[in-house]
């Protein structure tokens, strides 16, 4: 059985930082990009960002850019979400989310992780 | 940015086909994902790439994928059908994930 179980969250600052962990069983880590994705209070699901299998090609939506990093360490099976100079607009439980592969959507969630931005 | 547009709600009645669009400029040419949503769990993959479905999703699930307009339809709509329903496709012009607004179904 394929598990992404989710850790981190909680109450930040803004301008703080959080970091959210999802750690993957059941399948070869290595062989599957990685996503996260949100869904703020009352709001629809927003990608946030994606990695590739290696670690070597990341790209962020516009809204985290500059200020959230993914990373990932295959040997843990684990992905990472950094987030810094955090907003309240960053209130939202964010997922991780493994790739069947290319065209495949993401075919597993994590079980979400609550971020709450407020002084 | 590309951009996703749903309905933002559907009501249907039980028995009944429910059919939720994804709008998007030549969406036809990009691979198109559907995702259930209920409150309190995670999203579930119910169509992947255009009409594809993941194993232990019901045959009652299609979907299809032309021009402008990607389709989702669920035939004999039932109780447990009730969730948020979103579209997820990737943008290779900025290399992002975007998904729809997503549409509320109410199963009534």
């Known amino acids: 059985e394929v598990r992404l179980v989710q850790s981190g969250g909680g109450v930040g600052r803004p301008g703080g930082s959080l970091r959210l962990s999802c750690v993957v069983s059941?399948?070869?880590?290595?062989?599957?990009?990685m996503s996260w994705v949100r869904q703020g209070p009352g709001k629809g699901l927003e990608w946030v960002s994606y990695i590739n299998w290696n670690g070597r090609i990341r790209s962020y939506a516009d809204s985290v850019k500059g200020r959230f990093t993914i990373s990932r360490d295959n040997a843990k099976k684990s992905l990472f979400l950094q987030m810094n100079s955090l907003r309240a607009e960053d209130t939202a439980v964010y997922y991780c989310?493994?790739?069947?592969?290319?065209?495949?959507?993401?075919?597993?969630w994590g079980q979400g992780a609550l971020v709450t931005v407020s002084s | 940015s590309y951009v996703l547009t749903q309905p933002p709600s559907l009501s249907v009645a039980p028995g009944r086909t429910a059919t939720i669009s994804c709008g998007g400029d030549?969406?036809?040419?990009?691979?198109v994902h559907w995702y259930q949503h209920k409150p309190s769990q995670a999203p579930v993959l119910v169509i992947y790439?255009?009409?594809r479905r993941p194993s232990g999703i019901p045959e009652r699930f299609s979907a299809s994928n032309s021009g402008n307009t990607a389709t989702l339809t669920i035939s004999g709509a039932e109780a447990g059908d009730e969730a948020d329903y979103y579209c997820?496709?990737?943008?290779?012009?900025?290399?992002?994930?975007?998904f729809g607004g997503g549409t509320k179904l109410t199963v009534l």
């Open positions: 997820q496709a990737w943008d290779s012009s900025s290399d992002h994930g975007v």
């Open positions: 989310a493994r790739e069947g592969g290319y065209n495949y959507g993401y075919v597993s």
């Open positions: 059941g399948l070869k880590f290595e062989d599957h990009d």
């Open positions: 790439h255009d009409f």
């Open positions: 030549n969406i036809g040419g990009k691979s």
